[in-house]
T-cell receptor, first 113, second 110 residues
Framework: GAVVSQHPSWVICKSGTSVKIECRSL??????MFWYRQFPKQSLMLMAT?????????EQGVEKDKFLINHASLTLSTLTVTSAHPEDSSFYIC?????????FGPGTRLTVT | KQEVTQIPAALSVPEGENLVLNCSFT??????LQWFRQDPGKGLTSLLL?????REQTSGRLNASLDKSSGRSTLYIAASQPGDSATYLC?????????FGAGTILRVKS
């Protein structure tokens, strides 16, 4: 099956700093990637849809200037959390699609102190 | 806007029981529906994908059914094992977006 990786798997950063998370599709080309956020004991909420070579589409309530998404190639999308605050601490999961199915990465645990 | 409800929210059963997890969704205009498993602190594992034209899919001890017109899907787990303990998520796909339910937390006791 298709494999999606994320890096790092966990990160701790100080309040006010920026953190970049990478999402890679390892064995297929993904024209579309998705970024989700999951708070403890809650389900996944879609943050944005990322299309290769174009600007990301953000869901309502997600600050595009805070969560910068870049989809520079068919196998790589990055999410940068800018000026992170403790309330941004969460589990961030990406997925990549081959049109018919979404394949999920293992997630990145972000803790902002 | 698609809304997904999963019942029950939590379930605790003894090993060996057969069980049914329920999922309902409000918008029947879906492309497919996926069931996922999530272990604590981990990512998602895809269990079954049912296309909108299909009624059910089976994989090992798992069987998922889909009734698109009534907005319902069920996941049937046969002969449950302690290793089945996890959160199970249902997610219909409309357009190219998945919408997740809150999940059912399953605990299978040995």
């Amino acid at each position: 099956g298709a494999v999606v990786s994320q890096h790092p798997s966990w990160v701790i950063c100080k309040s006010g700093t920026s953190v970049k998370i990478e999402c890679r599709s390892l064995d297929f080309q993904a024209t579309t990637m998705f970024w989700y956020r999951q708070f403890p004991k809650q389900s996944l909420m879609l943050m944005a849809t990322s299309n290769e070579g174009s600007k990301a589409t953000y869901e309502q309530g997600v600050e595009k200037d805070k969560f910068l998404i870049n989809h520079a190639s068919l196998t790589l999308s990055t999410l940068t959390v800018t000026s992170a605050h403790p309330e941004d601490s969460s589990f961030y999961i990406c997925s990549a699609t081959n049109v018919y199915e979404q394949y999920f990465g293992p997630g990145t645990r972000l803790t902002v102190t | 806007k698609q809304e997904v409800t999963q019942i029950p929210a939590a379930l605790s059963v003894p090993e060996g029981e057969n069980l049914v997890l329920n999922c309902s969704f409000t918008d029947s205009a879906i492309y497919n529906l996926q069931w996922f498993r999530q272990d604590p602190g981990k990512g998602l594992t895809s269990l079954l994908l049912i296309q909108s034209s299909q009624r059910e899919q089976t994989s090992g001890r798992l069987n998922a059914s889909l009734d698109k017109s009534s907005g319902r899907s069920t996941l049937y787990i046969a002969a449950s094992q302690p290793g089945d303990s996890a959160t199970y998520l249902c997610a219909p796909m409309g357009g190219n977006k998945l919408v997740f339910g809150a999940g059912t937390i399953l605990r299978v006791k040995s």
